[in-house]
């Protein structure tokens, strides 16, 4: 079955540190793969994506995240946080084409913390 | 460019009242259209797509009925509202040929 798994619940991080958030997902063909932020109360904006090519894709906000099929994971990074960052992440999965198969299987999501 | 709009923003309704949630799409035409549900801690449940006018699919039985009477327009219906059907509801498209989604701003739906 057609699964993403985001296994951190909430993560906290100090302010000006590193950041890794796991996504793994479970996929029969070739996936597309997403992250999205969420602020308290809004809608989800794409921080990036990973369609073919470069397996190291950068995002808005100074995010990245590496696309490794070994390990069926595409973990978001980014090097230092600001206290902006804190919100929740999605991870998603989704087929290559678009139309009726064009639907997006979330993760649960990992909610971030920053601390001063 | 292209934008998606949500209305209302927030709502409260008692239990067994009707509900009508809008999403409109401007800037791009035959987009595919979403509705999504989020409660707290469960993540993003697709409750609804639809591929053209008058093509509905459902992702979840339930209380919800959904409907898209113009190209770039989405309404999420219910005849009767129940208390589970409180939360946050998104509504998102995409292209045609990419599945890269755009979300709305969400409404907040309140069921007392």
């Known amino acids: 079955a057609q699964s993403v798994t985001q296994p951190d619940i909430h993560i906290t991080v100090s302010e000006g540190a590193s950041l890794e958030l796991r996504c793994n997902y479970s996929?029969?063909?070739?996936?597309?793969l997403f992250w999205y932020v969420q602020s308290p109360g809004q809608g989800l904006q794409l921080l990036l994506k990973?369609?073919?090519?470069?397996?190291l894709v950068q995002g808005i906000k100074g995010f990245e995240a590496e696309f490794k099929r070994s390990q069926s994971s595409f973990n978001l990074r980014k090097p230092s946080v600001h206290w902006s960052d804190a919100a929740e992440y999605f991870c998603a999965v989704g087929a290559q084409r678009g139309g009726s198969q064009g639907n997006l299987i979330f993760g649960k999501g990992t909610k971030l913390s920053v601390k001063p | 460019s292209q934008t998606i709009h949500q209305w209302p923003a927030t709502l409260v309704q008692p239990v067994g009242s009707p509900l009508s949630l809008e999403c409109t799409v401007e800037g791009t035409s035959n987009p595919n259209l979403y509705w999504y549900r989020q409660a707290a801690g469960r993540g993003l449940q697709l409750l609804f797509y639809s591929v053209g006018i008058g093509q509905i699919s459902s992702e979840v039985p339930q209380n919800l009925s959904a409907s898209r009477p113009q190209d770039r327009q989405f309404i999420l219906s219910s005849k009767k509202l129940l208390l589970s059907d409180s939360g946050f509801y998104l509504c998102a498209w995409s292209g045609v040929r990419e599945n890269e989604q755009f979300f709305g701003p969400g409404t907040r739906l309140t069921v007392l």
């Open positions: 996929y029969g063909a070739t996936p597309y």
């Open positions: 990973y369609f073919s090519g470069d397996t």
